[in-house]
């Protein structure tokens, strides 16, 4: 498959590790990824804090830069967040249909339409749950509240995981709780989300796990602050990051120069 990657800003900005390791896996599946250029947010920190108006142009060029994918060009469209994807599905043609732009809001529907949260293309367009990684770490996985309640990527990021050979896969204790995060909720509520992060830490400790995984890089960085300033000795990554090396071929990390899976 010709696969276009959607890297996000916060994977862009901050973690570029995450897509790094997205383009990775679906390169050593045998699959073409390509980057294009003129992509920039997908607009869902302007809606989120109810910023339409503001929000419309980068809708604009969300749809203007992705758009090659209805005429064919590629597959697909991936996404290395939950988050992202779900704001893309059900946040774009919102915006548009709010400001009289039907047809914007009809070409952004059908982008939504081929675009593919990572474990949902690999799982359910790819159709699978062992992609080869090796990963002899013990892990415990987030499942964030956008992958969860609006992409509803369901348990196919636990599938995959399940499949990593070497790894120690542990449970989460009161996984669906949020972990305080929320965008602009950690700034506006500091309080509650500190409260609601120290629940989240407590869960994750109690794993003793060494990774904390998750599919959406804004809770694992609000996550691993946490676990930074207590010094809990664990580290967090994206499930990309878990998938994207082999025992004989471990990924390293341009980003980190780390190698992973060893």
Not at 41 to 63: D, R, S, W
Request: include cysteine; glycine fraction near 10%.
């Amino acid at each position: 498959m010709k696969i276009a990657l959607f890297a996000t800003c916060i994977g862009d900005a901050q973690f570029p590790q995450a897509p790094q390791a997205t383009v990775h896996l679906l390169e050593r599946l045998g699959h073409e990824v390509v980057f294009p250029q003129s992509q920039a947010c997908c607009g869902q920190m302007h809606v989120n804090t109810g910023y339409f108006k503001e929000a419309l142009p980068i809708i604009e060029n969300h749809v203007r830069t992705f758009e090659p994918v209805l005429d064919g060009e590629w597959d697909a469209i991936v996404v290395p967040s939950g988050s992202c994807t779900g704001s893309i599905r059900h946040q774009q043609k919102l915006v548009a249909d709010d400001a009289g732009r039907t047809e914007l809001g009809k070409k952004a529907q059908a982008i939504a339409g081929k675009t593919y949260e990572l474990s949902e293309l690999l799982v359910d367009v790819l159709g699978l749950e062992d992609v080869g990684a090796y990963f002899p770490h013990r892990v415990t996985y987030h499942p964030t509240c956008h992958s969860m309640r609006v992409a509803k990527v369901g348990d196919k990021p636990y599938r995959l995981l399940q499949n990593v050979e070497g790894i120690d896969f542990v449970p989460l204790p009161e996984e669906k709780s949020c972990c305080g995060f929320g965008g602009t909720f950690a700034m506006k509520n500091s309080g509650t989300s500190t409260a609601m992060l120290a629940d989240k830490m407590t869960n994750i400790a109690s794993t003793k796990a060494e990774i904390l995984c998750a599919g959406d890089y804004s809770c694992l960085m609000h996550i691993g602050g946490g676990l930074s300033r207590i010094r809990a000795g664990i580290r967090v990554m994206h499930l990309a990051e878990i998938l994207a090396g082999t025992k004989d071929e471990p990924w390293v990390s341009p980003s980190t120069n780390t190698t992973l899976g060893v």
